[in-house]
């Protein structure tokens, strides 16, 4: 009361006020000294008698920034409130200061080092683009090779860490989610669109100076981050096909343009980071055949698939196995492709996974395995010697639950069930016509498409 009367008398001079109590304080108290101002200034903000920005203009970088990180722990609210009143030379400091810790992946961050930069990133609100584009700068990768070249290997390490088992969350997921509501992606409110700006921000470094090549990892992060966030909050079924969208149409612009930057690489690791983490009954391997191969539903003309072509050749050695075996058996049958194949099932021999192109692996993480035998295993030989009574049993009708499969578990149906049931064998003539019967169906019904139906045939023959 007694600041509140001598202020509004104007005998009470704030200034003298904040320099008296930083002159007498001890560094290793400054903490406590900022959480008693805090307090204080709350209760006086009716009069701005006591405002934050006064104390933080008297207060050194080096001893504000441990006074923040304890104030973290002791009372978050108001590092809140002081974050918020940094000037711009002061949040500049914060924000390198505490980026450069967060982007070293290999290394945990302490908690309150990243709740610091997490608020840092809420003032720069207004201005996101340039806020990322600063962030992509922050590490730079190295220019000893050719740019698309220098982003498959940053791809495919880190393709390595989220299609595994060995990515945990941690700590940096609080800004990693963050930053990903800044996509519309991930928020339907934003304007800004993840494929647009990752295409946008590395053609215009590119443009300017080809030495300087911005570090894309953190994309990867946040995107990543971004559709887990969807799935935790229920959202992915609502987001899955806008997403794919974006990508789709970013890709078609990509090679209409023939860009070749490594920028094909980057939006096909969003779209197999996004079919990984959200499970609908869209799978990479049918996404990747309706953009790209099927000429029902392709949008690619001559041009935009011999530049398609031309840049999955140039990713092949860099790309990862599983991947690979999807890419290389949606391309099988297509006339044009031959050397590409060859090269595929060179490099899976290589990597000493099957090379066969035969079926589609369940998933990114396990790539199918050569094996020794192509009976498959007995669970799944029973599921299709399950279907092939029913079928006979219903006349020629398509069991409903092998149609709710396709639906439901559509990664399963074509990756496990369909091949089985192409090597599924039988001494009994009536269930081998069956199968061949059942295979029939299931091709007018379009649950095997174009290309899988000619493998059987081919077999067959």
Known sequence: QEIRQLYKKLKFSSKTCVDYLVRNTKESKTASLLELYYLLSTQLQDTLALR?????????????????????????????????????????YFFLLDINHFLEWSLTIETEKTKRLFYVLNQYQT?????LNRILFINQLTDQEPIPIVYYKAIEKTKRRFLSNRYQENDKDLVLEYLSCWFFEFDHNSNL??????????????????????????????????????????KDTLRIFDIMDSITKAILVLLDESTDFGGLGILLAFAQLTLHHIQTDLSYPTWFENTFISPKTSQLTKKMYTVFLKMLEEMLPYELPSILQIHGKALLYQSNES???VMIKARLLELGVDNSLKRYPTGFKTPL?????????????????????????????????????????????????????????????????????????????????????????????
């Open 193 to 234: 669109n993840i494929t647009e700006f990752t295409t946008r921000s590395l053609q215009s470094a590119f443009a300017i100076d080809s030495h300087t090549i911005p570090d894309i990892t953190v994309l990867f992060y946040i995107y990543s981050s971004g559709c887990k966030k969807l799935v935790a909050e229920d």
């Open 52 to 92: 934050l920005k006064l104390i933080l203009q008297d207060l050194s970088q080096t001893i504000l920034d441990r006074a923040l990180y304890e104030l973290l722990d002791k009372r978050e609210e108001a590092a809140k409130a002081y974050i918020a009143h940094l000037s711009s030379e002061q949040l500049n």
């Open 127 to 131: 201005n996101r683009e340039a806020c």
């Open 369 to 461: 395995q050569r094996m020794s035998s192509t009976t498959a295993p007995t669970a799944i030989q029973d599921e299709v010697a399950s279907a092939i009574d029913q079928f006979i049993k219903k006349e020629g009708n398509i069991p409903t639950g092998l149609l709710q499969n396709f639906v439901f578990r559509r990664q399963w149906f074509i990756a496990t069930f369909l091949p089985a049931l192409f090597s599924w064998k039988s001494a009994d003539s009536k269930k081998k016509d069956a199968k061949l019967n059942l295979i029939k169906a299931l091709k007018e019904k379009e649950k095997i498409s174009e290309s899988m139906y000619k493998e059987f045939i081919n077999e067959k023959t």
């Open 339 to 341: 050397m590409l194949i």
